[in-house]
């Protein structure tokens, strides 16, 4: 029998947290089971009290206070030793879970956890996803049979889009995180309600479909406003001016080091920076893979939007049971008195 969950995932304050709680209330709402998997063990207090909670199994405090790590290496160190005490993971699941139940996993914020270490990915193993089709299944969490059908969820703030060489370092993120993952992927562009003065929502729209066009458009605005002498400056007062490098590409200033990224004239104006968001943006352009949904928490309907995408990924509706309309329910209705 499988079962279907869904991790949230994503940086460190994307809203992680917020959204499993958010998500957690519209399934009681919709009147759906919901089993709720808290695998963060730096969370400090949550809103909705956990079904199954790694903190009382190992915390990243005791960790760091016995083993003298910092942050990042403790919460390394929490998911390993998860790994290697897996039935405190596979047991309620196995035995408290149905196939009608949505598993919702927090995941910690630790951006290594999604593109360095492949700790990850043994946890999707083990959890048997892809509910059989996939590799690993039921071999790799030591022939439990447990089955789960997941769907990675990362969330990324927003606010991001403001400024977009941050957004293309976020989305080559949420890449790296998909591929190292290896399941069915949705990637939100969680607080969208921070961002409602900011940008339009014909604007924002556009960051939903990542393409190398939206950096070329970034580096063309800030090029119209020059700074006092017609170029943008980011030099302090006072400080001796440097000539602005010609375009990537032209054969104009063949004088030695104009070429060189590392070379101040190049360093300065920021024009390293724009090659590296170029790169980066033709990088992400190329595997085309990333795009992104619209979320903000506070809005039922935009909760249950990104639910039923999750519910299409992992195919949770075509394992249910179908239920008999209530116009075929039998009823049983006492003949009437011939005397009245």
Same mark, same amino acid.
């Given at each position: 029998?499988? #079962?279907?969950?869904?991790?949230?995932?994503?940086?460190?304050?994307?809203? #992680?947290?917020?959204?499993?709680?958010?998500?957690?209330?519209?399934?009681?709402?919709?009147?759906?089971?919901?089993?709720?998997?808290?695998?963060?063990?730096?969370?400090?207090?949550?809103?909705?009290?956990?079904?199954?909670?790694?903190?009382?199994?190992?915390?990243?405090?005791?960790?760091?206070?016995?083993? %003298?790590?910092?942050?990042?290496?403790?919460?390394?160190?929490?998911?390993?030793?998860?790994?290697?005490? $897996?039935?405190? $993971?596979?047991?309620?699941?196995?035995?408290?879970?149905?196939?009608?139940?949505?598993?919702?996993?927090?995941?910690?914020?630790?951006?290594?956890?999604?593109?360095?270490?492949?700790?990850?990915?043994?946890?999707?193993?083990?959890?048997?996803?892809?509910?059989?089709?996939?590799?690993?299944?039921?071999?790799? %969490?030591?022939?439990?049979?447990?089955?789960?059908?997941?769907?990675?969820?990362?969330?990324?703030?927003?606010?991001?889009?403001?400024?977009?060489? #941050?957004?293309?370092?976020?989305? $080559?993120?949420?890449?790296?995180?998909?591929?190292?993952?290896?399941?069915?992927?949705?990637?939100?562009?969680?607080?969208?309600? $921070?961002?409602?003065?900011?940008?339009?929502?014909?604007?924002?729209?556009?960051?939903?479909?990542?393409?190398?066009?939206?950096?070329?458009?970034?580096?063309?605005?800030?090029?119209?406003?020059?700074?006092?002498?017609?170029?943008?400056?980011?030099?302090?007062?006072?400080?001796?001016?440097?000539?602005?490098?010609?375009?990537?590409?032209?054969? /104009?200033?063949?004088?030695?080091?104009? /070429?060189?990224?590392?070379?101040?004239?190049?360093?300065?104006?920021?024009?390293?920076?724009?090659?590296?968001?170029?790169?980066?943006?033709?990088?992400?352009?190329?595997?085309?893979?990333?795009?992104?949904?619209?979320?903000?928490?506070?809005?039922?309907?935009?909760?249950?939007?990104?639910?039923?995408?999750?519910?299409?990924?992992?195919?949770?509706?075509?394992?249910?049971?179908?239920?008999?309309?209530?116009? /075929?329910?039998?009823?049983?209705?006492?003949?009437?008195?011939?005397?009245?």
């Amino acid at each position: 029998m499988s #079962k279907f969950g869904v991790m949230v995932m994503g940086p460190a304050g994307a809203g #992680k947290t917020t959204f499993c709680s958010a998500l957690l209330q519209h399934l009681q709402h919709s009147r759906r089971s919901s089993y709720y998997v808290n695998l963060d063990p730096a969370a400090t207090s949550l809103p909705t009290e956990p079904d199954l909670d790694i903190r009382d199994l190992i915390t990243l405090e005791d960790v760091m206070e016995e083993l %003298s790590l910092g942050p990042n290496g403790g919460l390394i160190y929490c998911l390993e030793f998860l790994l290697q005490n $897996l039935d405190f $993971l596979t047991g309620p699941l196995d035995t408290d879970v149905d196939e009608s139940t949505l598993i919702v996993i927090d995941m910690p914020g630790q951006i290594e956890l999604y593109t360095h270490v492949p700790v990850l990915p043994e946890l999707v193993r083990a959890m048997g996803a892809g509910g059989g089709g996939g590799g690993g299944g039921a071999g790799a %969490s030591g022939g439990s049979g447990l089955e789960v059908r997941l769907c990675a969820c990362w969330l990324m703030e927003a606010t991001f889009v403001v400024d977009k060489a #941050k957004f293309f370092a976020g989305t $080559l993120a949420a890449m790296s995180a998909m591929v190292m993952v290896e399941c069915p992927h949705l990637n939100v562009l969680s607080k969208c309600d $921070l961002v409602k003065g900011l940008i339009s929502r014909r604007e924002l729209k556009r960051f939903g479909r990542v393409e190398i066009g939206l950096i070329d458009e970034g580096d063309e605005d800030r090029d119209a406003a020059p700074g006092p002498s017609g170029a943008v400056s980011i030099l302090p007062p006072g400080a001796p001016s440097i000539a602005r490098p010609p375009p990537v590409g032209s054969n /104009e200033g063949n004088a030695e080091g104009e /070429e060189d990224p590392a070379h101040p004239s190049n360093m300065m104006p920021g024009t390293s920076f724009k090659r590296l968001n170029r790169a980066v943006a033709q990088l992400i352009d190329d595997f085309s893979m990333v795009s992104f949904l619209q979320l903000d928490v506070q809005d039922e309907d935009s909760v249950g939007a990104i639910l039923s995408y999750v519910d299409d990924a992992i195919q949770y509706h075509e394992a249910q049971e179908p239920r008999e309309p209530m116009d /075929e329910m039998e009823y049983d209705f006492k003949d009437p008195d011939p005397d009245v």
